[in-house]
T-cell receptor, first 110, second 114 residues
Framework: DAKTTQPNSMESNEEEPVHLPCNHS???????IHWYRQLPSQGPEYVIH???SNVNNRMASLAIAEDRKSSTLILHRATLRDAAVYYC???????????FGKGTRLSVIA | DAGVIQSPRHEVTEMGQEVTLRCKPISGHNSLFWYRQTMMRGLELLIYFNNNVPIDDSGMPEDRFSAKMPNASFSTLKIQPSEPRDSAVYFCASSFQGGLAGYTFGSGTRLTVV
């Protein structure tokens, strides 16, 4: 499986934008980029995914580099509820399980 | 939709006892995954099923672990006999359309083996 590299932790002030980076230099042409987050004492939850183009949904935006070797998850206005571990995961197309790394622990300061 | 339902939420058992964890996936989802999470090892995939058929069980730690999916709406993960090192949070997840519609996780079962 193609690997991803994320910072261990990041900190943000409440109501400010947060940019969470992910490097995936060995990504293949058919790999999808998924972002999941895990709030304290909960299971992981889907945030967003993309292949080549930038993506927006109600939770976040995903910016994918032109060479696809890196991506950034953007939370437009961080809230205390966004404090979680964020995982960047690559999967080939098809019914392939998510393989989790250590992720980035995001702290949000009031 | 009630989401992926796992039971029990918490289980405390004595070493050597049999433990059965249960999962009801989202209706219509055709893939089901079992994960285990510990502080030391993070989230590990144990086994997954497509259309009720086990596809990859290479993550199952030992023969003491077994999983079944008798139908599309139910799966079990059994540990027999249980050991203290099996203490962890066990998550079940389900997906459809190759996961591109998202994988949905349950709330987990926190297992403590004493």
């Amino acid at each position: 499986d193609a690997k991803t590299t994320q910072p261990n932790s990041m900190e943000s002030n409440e109501e400010e934008p947060v940019h969470l980076p992910c490097n995936h230099s060995t990504i293949s042409g058919t790999d999808y980029i998924h972002w999941y987050r895990q709030l304290p004492s909960q299971g992981p939850e889907y945030v967003i995914h993309g292949l080549t183009s930038n993506v927006n949904n109600r939770m976040a935006s995903l910016a994918i580099a032109e060479d696809r070797k890196s991506s950034t998850l953007i939370l437009h206005r961080a809230t205390l509820r966004d404090a979680a571990v964020y995982y960047c995961i690559l999967t080939p197309s098809g019914n392939t399980p998510l393989v989790f790394g250590k992720g980035t622990r995001l702290s949000v300061i009031a | 939709d009630a989401g992926v339902i796992q039971s029990p939420r918490h289980e405390v058992t004595e070493m050597g006892q049999e433990v059965t964890l249960r999962c009801k996936p989202i209706s219509g989802h055709n893939s089901l995954f079992w994960y285990r999470q510990t502080m030391m090892r993070g989230l590990e995939l144990l086994i997954y099923f497509n259309n009720n058929v086990p596809i990859d069980d290479s993550g199952m730690p030992e023969d003491r672990f077994s999983a079944k999916m008798p139908n599309a709406s139910f799966s079990t993960l059994k540990i027999q006999p249980s050991e203290p090192r099996d203490s962890a949070v066990y998550f079940c997840a389900s997906s459809f359309q190759g996961g591109l519609a998202g994988y949905t996780f349950g709330s987990g079962t926190r297992l403590t083996v004493v």
